[in-house]
């Protein structure tokens, strides 16, 4: 089993930045994806950021790319989601997700996942 848990939401203003981090534990494979998934209020849960277990190739989406950035911390075994720039749409619950195996082209999709955190709730105020 994996269990992943998140910590560093909060309420900033537009412009402002936050740093989420996903503590990951458990059995967790070289092949492993870790993402990050968001959802507000009334929408559907969407892609935020994904990286390979080892932090070589990441993915974004388009409403988040050269704003966020996703990290691996090997010694600490995190995923950290920078966040820059914040806007009040990127107010959601986000969350942390992993995958023992998927294709690049499958990394924006939610329910290729086995393994989710709990969520951390981020509010941008305009």
């Known amino acids: 089993q994996v269990q992943l848990v998140e910590s560093g939401g909060g309420l900033v203003q537009a412009g402002g930045s936050l740093r989420l981090s996903c503590a990951a534990s458990?059995?967790?494979?070289?092949?492993?994806?870790m993402g990050w998934f968001r959802q507000a209020p009334g929408k559907e849960r969407e892609f935020a950021a994904a990286?390979?277990?080892?932090?070589?190739?990441?993915y974004y989406a388009d409403s988040v790319k050269g704003r966020f950035t996703i990290s691996r911390d090997n010694a600490k075994n995190t995923v950290n989601l920078q966040m820059n720039s914040l806007k009040p749409e990127d107010t959601a619950v986000y969350y942390c997700a992993a995958t023992e195996a998927i294709t690049s082209g499958s990394v924006d999709r939610s329910y290729k996942y086995n393994y989710w955190g709990q969520g951390t709730q981020v509010t941008v105020s305009s």
């Open positions: 458990g059995r967790l494979f070289s092949s492993s994806v």
């Open positions: 990286t390979s277990w080892s932090g070589i190739r990441t």
